[in-house]
């Protein structure tokens, strides 16, 4: 993996949460359409990202989420 490819990697988190600039789009997608290895990796980031989504979303127990946070205030704020 190159240089170019590390970059476009580290940029494709923004480009797929669709907050990446306009120019970074065509940037990406321009990379994405010519290397096969970075087209992989969005595609299998794209599988992953919709299986998450289709979870069933789980609730924290109250008391365990209390108690999570009363121990970050603890050590935040000593």
Do not use: Q, W
Not at 1 to 27: H, N
Not at 30 to 49: P, Y
Request: aromatic share 2%; with cysteine.
């Amino acid at each position: 993996m190159d240089e170019k490819c590390k970059k476009i990697l580290e940029c494709l988190s923004d480009y797929m949460d669709g907050e990446a600039s306009e120019e970074l789009c065509k940037t990406v997608e321009r990379h994405i359409g010519e290397c096969n290895e970075c087209r992989c990796v969005m595609e299998s980031l794209k599988v992953t990202i919709e299986m998450l989504h289709s979870l069933p979303e789980e609730k924290i127990p109250e008391n365990l989420e209390k108690s999570v946070l009363n121990k970050l205030k603890k050590i935040l704020f000593k």
